[in-house]
């Protein structure tokens, strides 16, 4: 599981790392029983604070994306299909974490919107199920 923390980002650490672990979990990339790295070790990994680990593995755990007991750690929990609202929120997300890049790189908005249908078109252009 490779995680990507942006501490120049107005996105706080903890949500950052919500909405990459949900998106893992959603694209099946961490299939449901995955048990994710303890808190005190991931924060040690990416280099914050135990809390803020431990607030992301809580919000995930609210959403019903990760499921915690003390024996057997956080696991990723059967992935619910998501509702269209639900989907155009994620696929926002993904969308700001595109475009905060791309300004990053200082790419124009018409590089962006071509690295983008590149993308579709390598995926086949049609929905993952």
């Known amino acids: 599981m490779e995680l990507v923390i942006d ?4 996105v706080p650490v903890y949500e950052q790392l919500r909405s990459q672990i949900a998106e893992l979990v959603e694209s099946g990339r961490l299939p449901a029983g995955y048990a994710l790295p ?17 607030r992301a ?11 915690g007991s003390r024996s057997r750690g956080t696991r990723v929990s059967a992935v619910p299909q998501l509702g269209a609202a639900a ?22 908005d018409d590089e962006v919107i071509e690295a983008v249908a590149t993308a579709l078109s390598r995926s086949g252009g049609e929905p993952a199920q």
């Open 57 to 67: 593995y809580r919000e995930l755990q609210s959403g019903g994306v990760v499921a």
């Open 87 to 108: 989907r155009r929120v994620r696929l926002a997300e993904a969308a700001d974490r595109v475009v905060g890049a791309a300004r990053r790189l200082n790419a124009a």
């Open 7 to 10: 501490l120049d980002s107005p």
């Open 38 to 54: 303890s808190v005190r070790r991931l924060a040690a990994d990416l280099g914050v604070a135990p809390g803020t680990i431990a």
